[in-house]
């Protein structure tokens, strides 16, 4: 539902705003969402898993979070404008409803804890159609952005009231350990590829070209969340299943072989139609001014298709508990194309060709990870059985 509403609000910002504040408007948040990274995503992780077990980590690791929060001021480094405060302020609050979110998650409060998550971009399409229909039909920048926090802040009061009257969630802070800070840190490898590459691209583009050209990205991105809500809802048993180690990694690959092709055969057929029809839909959609994202939306899709061996074998090795080599693998993965992308992106298709290798390149780093574990493995299971039958 949220990734719905969340198209839904992009198609009705585009239709209302010109495209170059739209623009400016995801370079903004894509800016500090990818300052997130430093402010270690990984720790809500945690406090879900500590939740879980009845820890009485949760306290302390909420600390560590509110402790991080400052980081997000480099955002500015990026978004050097006073009117980017109001992205800060949204992003901070979002950080903090996280927390929040968590205590309904193991309490159980599962429609509670969904339809605060899907609020936000809700109320934004509310807050977007009162203006356009009210007050003027050419929406304003000053006017979306100020909404955007206003509406955060609201809504992580929200979640911290409901979360305090159903889940026992209070706003004591405690000291992180040195424990705190490893865990978390190991812990936000996991969607480090996937927030570099949407954020990143989105960011890469608003300062190499120009703000219209981070709205064609962005554009093109949202056909993508399409395909990667498709995968969402399978990944979640598929996540369940790879934790329990009851069922052999033959037998969880032999069960989802056909799901997994149907999503292949989908993510093909999108790309072939918004190949043809791209044109077309984005007109439907989204009015004469996103054309310009024509010649890249057929290629969002291709990118879940590159990541689909890196996600799934990320699963894999959190299953072995292998947090620390999936951080090193997505570093390894982002600094050797850092520097590709500055010197190569000269365009917005020779950016996305760079985005489709970054994908591709990852999932054969994954690949040659997942084959060197398996025989340190199989060595390891030898060497076991050898010292046994010495001692026999």
């Not at 997130?36 to 009485?56: D, N, Q, T």
């Not at 490898?189 to 050209?213: K, P």
């Not at 917005?348 to 780093?365: E, G, K, P």
Request: hydrophobic share 55%; aromatic share 14%; with cysteine.
């Amino acid at each position: 539902m949220k990734g719905f509403l969340q198209f839904l609000s992009m198609i009705i910002i585009v239709r209302s705003l010109p495209i170059s504040d739209y623009g400016w408007y995801v370079a903004a948040i894509s800016a500090f969402e990818l300052v997130v990274i430093f402010c270690l995503p990984g720790v809500v992780r945690i406090a879900l898993r500590s939740s879980l077990s009845e820890s009485s980590r949760f306290e302390h690791l909420f600390g560590l979070r509110v402790l991080l929060l400052p980081v997000l001021l480099f955002g500015f480094f990026f978004i050097p404008e006073g009117k980017a405060v109001f992205i800060l302020l949204a992003t901070a609050s979002d950080q903090i409803s996280m927390f929040a979110r968590v205590k309904l998650n193991q309490h159980r409060q599962y429609l509670i804890y969904n339809a605060l998550e899907s609020l936000k971009p809700f109320t934004v399409i509310i807050a977007v159609i009162f203006y356009t229909v009210l007050i003027d039909k050419d929406l304003s920048l000053g006017y979306l952005i100020q909404a955007y926090c206003y509406l955060s802040v609201a809504n992580m009061f929200l979640n911290i009231w409901y979360a305090k009257k159903y889940a026992s969630f209070t706003l004591k802070i405690l000291k992180p350990s040195k424990t705190d800070f490893t865990e978390s840190v190991y812990s936000s490898g996991n969607g480090l590829i996937g927030t570099c590459m949407r954020r990143g691209m989105v960011l890469v583009a608003a300062y190499s070209f120009s703000t219209t050209d981070a709205a064609y990205v962005n554009i093109a991105l949202q056909f993508l969340t399409i395909f990667t809500m498709l995968y969402s809802g399978m990944s979640l048993s598929l996540t369940r299943d790879i934790y329990d180690v009851s069922l052999s990694i033959t037998k969880i690959a032999g069960g989802y072989f056909r799901p997994l092709l149907l999503l292949i055969v989908s993510i093909i057929s999108g790309s072939l139609l918004l190949y043809f029809f791209g044109e077309l839909v984005l007109v439907t959609l989204l009015g004469e001014t996103a054309i310009g994202a024509a010649p890249i939306v057929f290629l969002t899709p291709i990118i879940l298709l590159l990541q689909l061996p890196q996600l799934l074998l990320m699963g894999v090795f959190m299953r072995f508990k292998q947090e620390s080599l999936i951080l090193g693998l997505n570093i390894f993965s982002i600094v050797i194309f850092i520097p590709i992308t500055f010197l190569l992106a000269t365009s917005v298709n020779y950016l996305m060709f760079i985005t489709l290798n970054f994908a591709l390149f990852t999932s054969l780093v994954y690949l040659i990870a997942f084959r060197r574990f398996r025989i340190k493995n199989k060595y390891a299971e030898f060497q076991s059985e050898k010292d046994l039958s010495e001692n026999q």
